[in-house]
């Protein structure tokens, strides 16, 4: 499970990730990401009611908080990252929702090195 600490609370740190930052997309999930501050990471998870019942939203979400736990010391300092789920995550296999999280993830942070000339 994800730590108490690295987990997104606030509305704030929300909208500044899903607002100001830049989105990959992939058919299951979609993840926004932005550089706030030189605190430790932050990740919060957006599953809606159209992913499915309560039931199929929270299996959505414990698999992404597993997922996000591996990944977390990825994510350079200060990062807030928004993982939003889209219908398809709920039928999507567990190695599935890896590697497109893996995807998106690798598409942002090499988005991110090349606008800062490689620096961490």
Known sequence: MLSRESRMRRGE???AAV??????GRPTLVVHFTISGEDPPLV???VSKAVGGAVTRNKV????R???RDRLDRLPRGSLLVVRANPPAASARFEHLAAELDSALDRLLRRR????GGQK
Do not use: P
Request: avoid cysteine; glycine fraction near 8%.
């Open 66 to 68: 597993h997922l996000m």
């Open 113 to 116: 090195e090349s606008s800062t």
């Open 44 to 46: 919060g998870f957006v």
């Open 13 to 15: 740190e929300f909208e």
């Open 61 to 64: 979400k414990r698999r992404l």
């Open 19 to 24: 607002r100001r930052g830049r989105r990959a």
